[in-house]
């Protein structure tokens, strides 16, 4: 079963504008982690938020996580053509390993 | 480092035949996973392994799916016999588990399943 949900579904930006993508979860979590899959290929880690953690960064990415609303958002800055792909969270439901992933958001960033 | 690896990377096979897919994980990682992918959606976990035991497998199909991790290293995944609702992309990962990094997972490229 899925533990998130993101939202939307599908985002179509242009290149230099900023992307945010929404998730939502619905049990406790031990952290909360993005992942990036470009067509036809794996998913790629991109930035793990503890659940004792607010907000964190990397690079282009800014990740925020409220655990009283159980939700999380990625934000990319100055966006481009090579970000497009398939944006998924996964959350580890209280440290057992156990990763559930979302549906994902499919952003298209046009140049 | 040699990531995961998955094999084949693409298979097509007709209803009712059998088809199995193997997975070897990167060196020294505990846990593994086989996860189901169909298009347009998120992965969803079929089994995980910590070392050779399997420890979550209640979203595996039973009555056609096996999976099994030997001496906790590589692992196959099973059906038999496919129906045509099994086409998908069958992602394989593995963990290094809880650790100060968190449990980061780190992925195949995949196997593409199509059931004719």
């Known amino acids: 079963s899925q533990q998130g949900e993101e939202d939307p579904q599908a985002l179509s930006i242009q290149e230099g504008e900023n992307a945010t993508m929404n998730c939502s979860y619905k049990t406790s979590i031990n952290n909360l982690q993005w992942y990036r899959q470009n067509s036809g290929r794996g998913l790629v880690h991109l930035i793990l938020i503890r659940s004792n953690e607010r907000e964190k960064h990397s690079g282009r990415l800014r990740v925020t996580l409220d655990t009283s609303k159980k939700s999380s958002s990625l934000l990319i800055t100055a966006s481009r053509a090579a970000d497009t792909a398939s944006y998924f969270c996964a959350t580890d439901r209280s440290g057992n390993n156990d990763m559930r992933f979302g549906a994902g958001t499919r952003l298209t960033v046009k140049p | 480092e040699a990531g995961v690896v998955q094999s084949p990377r693409y298979k097509i096979i007709e209803k009712k035949q059998p088809v199995a897919f193997w997975c070897n994980p990167i060196?020294?990682?505990?846990?593994l996973y086989w996860y189901r992918q169909n298009l347009g959606q998120g992965p969803e976990l079929l089994i995980r392994?910590?070392?050779?035991?399997?420890?979550?497998d209640s979203q595996l199909p039973k009555d056609r799916f096996s999976a099994e991790r030997l001496k906790g290293v590589d692992s196959t995944l099973k059906i038999q016999p496919a129906e045509l609702g099994d086409s998908a992309v069958y992602l394989c990962?593995?963990?290094?588990?809880?650790?100060?990094?968190?449990?980061?997972?780190?992925f195949g490229e995949g196997s593409w399943l199509t059931v004719v």
């Open positions: 060196s020294g990682h505990n846990t």
């Open positions: 990962a593995s963990s290094p588990g809880q650790g100060a990094s968190g449990n980061t997972i780190y």
């Open positions: 392994y910590e070392n050779e035991e399997a420890v979550d």
